[in-house]
């Protein structure tokens, strides 16, 4: 596609229950990446994929979050149990081959909890 | 660990004014440098870059210099537009370690009024 797309761009849950949240990549690109941003705190890390590498999930915030990315493209983020402190944008980027190009942002999934 | 540190925001300017807003790292090796801009309901942009010192990235009549002795990478515009309103981001790549994974300052939120 022509850029990175995100779906839904918002979503409103009930406390307690998962919620999916997706990443189309720009076709080619091999990086992939997951941040987090909440009002006032910049964006945070969660997860990184790159290739057929085992991804670094060293920003995941605890074991309710994951993410998967199958066949090297799409990226699915779930968070089991939603909690009222999950609620921010999501933002997905990719880039490619992971180097010190920039990264391309989708324009984030935004996650209210209540 | 790596850091960036940006000035807090919101900064609030009239059209046609100058422009700075700081950043400053910190990076285990020698970095790559970024600005991104978010406009408002928009995803992040890439606005320009440098990936070495004394370079100098620019773009829509902004410009950044990578400081090596400083560790700055401070953003500046000679006459900000109304249409420059948006969250500036400031960020690093340091691929030393192997990881490509960019580290984002908490956004400078610019407010340019008519």
């Known amino acids: 596609g022509a850029g990175v797309s995100q779906s839904p761009s918002n979503k409103v849950t009930e406390k307690g229950k998962d919620v999916e949240l997706r990443c189309d990549p720009i076709s080619g690109h091999t990086a992939l990446y997951w941040y987090r941003q909440s009002l006032g705190q910049g964006l945070e890390f969660l997860i990184y994929f790159q290739g057929n590498s085992a991804p670094d999930k060293s920003g995941l915030p605890s074991d309710r979050f994951s993410a998967e990315r199958t066949g090297g493209s799409v990226s699915t983020l779930t968070i089991q149990r939603t909690q009222q402190e999950d609620s921010a944008v999501y933002l997905c980027?990719?880039?490619?081959?992971?180097?010190?190009?920039?990264?391309?942002f989708g324009q984030g999934t935004r996650l209210t909890v209540v | 660990g790596n850091s960036v540190t940006q000035m807090e925001g919101p900064v609030t300017l009239s059209e046609e004014a100058f422009l700075t807003i700081n950043c400053t790292y910190t990076a285990t090796g020698y970095p790559s440098l970024f600005w991104y801009v978010q406009y408002p309901g928009e995803g992040l942009q890439l606005l320009l870059k440098?990936?070495?010192?004394?370079d100098k990235g620019s773009n829509k009549g902004f410009e950044a210099t990578y400081r090596k002795e400083t560790t700055s990478f401070h953003l500046e515009k000679g006459s900000v537009q109304v249409s420059d309103s948006a969250v500036y981001f400031c960020a690093l790549i340091d691929a030393s370690g192997g990881s490509y994974i960019p580290t984002f300052g908490r956004g400078t939120s610019l407010i340019v009024h008519p």
């Open positions: 440098a990936t070495k010192a004394d």
């Open positions: 980027a990719s880039s490619p081959r992971g180097t010190n190009t920039e990264a391309f």
